[in-house]
């Protein structure tokens, strides 16, 4: 990131992204094991909202960890380089989920949510009738006893 901002006066360098954030991406990046050289970096033309301004830059950061495969596309802010700090961070992110299994535990949720939505057999369409008659039955057999019935 550094590498971008050269050019940039220091005070206009702050207001972009604090020194903090920067480091702590840093210190993020060296705790994972991941180096600058190991992302391909592409601008692109934005969408949406911002006007003039996204129309004509490439303020919108495609992001490639190499190793990995993992891509990541980030055209959040006007600015391309926030959009390049949010687009590592956002790489990061996924990377660190990867290692700790957590998407593993996403993909089951994600498929337990598509099972729920799912049409049901007619099988088990029969079957779930088949107990609604049951209970109906059931139910049916608890009504009061008349005289005339006694």
Do not use: W
Request: net charge positive.
């Amino acid at each position: 990131m550094s590498a971008v901002l050269q050019n940039v006066p220091a005070a206009l360098k702050e207001m972009i992204i604090s020194q903090e954030k920067e480091t702590a991406l840093r210190e993020r990046m060296e705790r994972l094991g991941i180096r600058e050289e190991e992302f391909r970096e592409t601008f692109i033309r934005s969408s949406g909202p911002g006007g003039q301004k996204v129309n004509k830059t490439s303020s919108c950061v495609y992001l490639v960890h190499l190793p990995t495969g993992l891509s990541v596309k980030c055209q959040q802010e006007r600015s391309q380089t926030q959009n390049r700090f949010l687009a590592r961070r956002l790489l990061l992110d996924r990377i660190e989920r990867l290692r700790t299994g957590l998407i593993s535990a996403e993909k089951m949720r994600i498929e337990k949510v598509r099972r729920q939505k799912r049409r049901r057999s007619r099988r088990a369409k029969e079957k779930t009738l088949e107990a609604k008659h049951f209970q109906s039955e059931k139910k049916s057999l608890r009504t009061r006893i008349g005289p005339d019935e006694a």
